[in-house]
């Protein structure tokens, strides 16, 4: 059954969300109600409460709360693009167990000590109707390591990003990086020698900042590896996995085609 209005409220009756929100905006008093009868219902001007009258009080029915999630834009290590010189490579991975099979094959970024020569890979990902706008995002990457590392021997992630609304002008780009000074920030699992082909996540240490920005926003990007720097000490190459953002959402999508 769906309420509009004016209906009468049926105890026991199951409200959607739209339905009961749309309840408790339009019957907000001010002041409590002066001779309420049973079956009335109010809400509040200074919360988000939905009463309902029974024979002699007033009862809480419905609290109004915004379900914040976080979810991943994701960008698969092989959806990638390159621009012809400082280019990962292409490289089997892994193969059956009798090594006859073609295998398959991830981008590696191999260790450069010059700055110049680190190896990137470009791609642009699209925010969703879903996003909170203004909402931070954070940044990790999914990889494996070639081989065994030694103790204490880490590898350090680059991401340059200019992120742009509908309208706005591209200007100057932004470059954070994970933290590959110890263990426990430079991995999730916090190892303190990589192990090879284990799937490790690295975190950017800082979140971008989400101020202004909106649904349909675009975020176009270089990942590299940062192996010029001292923290990245890791000899053998990367292989990247996955490139993820993670977003808070709060819809499954956005009431209007073009705006929340």
């Known amino acids: 059954m769906a309420y509009s209005d004016g209906d009468d409220f049926i105890s026991g009756a199951i409200l959607s969300y739209q339905q009961a929100n749309r309840i408790k905006n339009n019957w907000r008093a001010a002041a ?21 009258r029974g024979a002699a009080a007033w009862n809480l029915v419905y609290q109004y709360q915004l379900l914040v999630e976080y979810d991943d834009i994701r960008i698969s290590g092989l959806a990638v693009q390159k621009q012809g010189s400082n280019d990962p490579t292409l490289t ?54 070639a081989a065994n590392g030694g103790a204490g021997e880490f590898v350090k992630w680059g991401l340059e990003y200019v992120w742009l609304n509908e309208g706005d002008v591209g200007g100057d780009t932004t470059v954070i990086h994970t933290d590959a000074s110890d263990a426990g920030h430079a991995t999730r699992s916090g190892d303190a020698a990589l192990v090879a082909n284990t799937h490790y996540v690295s975190v950017f240490s800082a979140a971008i900042s989400g101020v202004g920005m909106e649904i349909s926003s675009m975020l176009i990007c270089r990942l590299f590896r940062n192996s010029s720097d001292a923290d990245d000490d890791y000899t053998d190459a990367a292989g990247l996995l996955e ?15 073009w705006s929340k």
């Open 32 to 52: 409590a109600v002066s001779n309420p009868s049973a079956g009335m219902l109010r809400s509040d001007s200074d919360d988000d409460y939905l009463y309902h």
């Open 92 to 145: 089997q991975w892994l193969d059956d167990a009798g090594g006859t099979s073609p295998g398959i094959y991830l981008y590696y970024f191999a260790d450069e000590a010059v700055e110049g020569n680190e190896e990137e890979v470009f791609f642009a990902i699209q925010l969703p109707h879903s996003y909170v706008e203004g909402s931070d995002i954070l940044a990790h990457v999914h990889w494996i390591p």
């Open 243 to 257: 490139f993820d953002f993670h977003i808070q959402k709060e819809s499954v999508g956005s009431v209007a085609a």
